[in-house]
């Protein structure tokens, strides 16, 4: 890394991919040479050592919860145990909510979000498949940035910040990934990823 941890806004037109496969310093570097700027990782399955790992060969990083976890405290109490900079957006994966209903996954994306922005970092929404919402029911949530599936999925009033690119599951570098690129969403706003 070339200094501490900060959080930043990202380049809009960088391009990422999203694994749930632990990066090493040959896969990042595998990465970074096929010009990817950012990666998205797992926040329960990061280890402050592959922070590192990531952070050194010059990439940026984002975290994301698992599908459906909707624990904001824990996602915000490891963010701090990794000793990720607040203000960086911690994504909550939201897909398949089966038996949930649409005021389930509101109340439980509310509660996820007051917690993450409360610990001070940026709450930001993975909309996937089956999220339960419409357009208008994801533009009322307490998140701040969304971040759209290779699915089909609702659009918020407000747009994306990020987009998941099509087809899903590609091998990128060797890598099985997904790809994803960043940009304003409609009020002019990009996510904020970690940088070394």
Known sequence: MNGPMRA??????ARGIDTILTLDAVKCAALKNTNIDFVVRYLSSLSAAEVQTILSSGLALF???????????????H?????????CTIWLDVESCGDLTADDVIARVNTWAYAVRGAG???GLYVGCDCKLSSAQLTTLSVDRYWRSCSYVPEPSVGFAM???SPGNTTWAGILVDVDVCQHDYRGRAATWIKG
């Open 163 to 165: 987009m998941q690119l």
């Open 8 to 13: 930043e806004q990202a380049s809009i037109g």
């Open 63 to 77: 975290v994301c919860t698992y599908a459906d976890v909707w624990d904001g405290n824990g996602a915000a109490a």
């Open 121 to 123: 970092y940026d709450p």
């Open 79 to 87: 963010a701090k145990n990794l000793n990720l900079p607040t203000g």
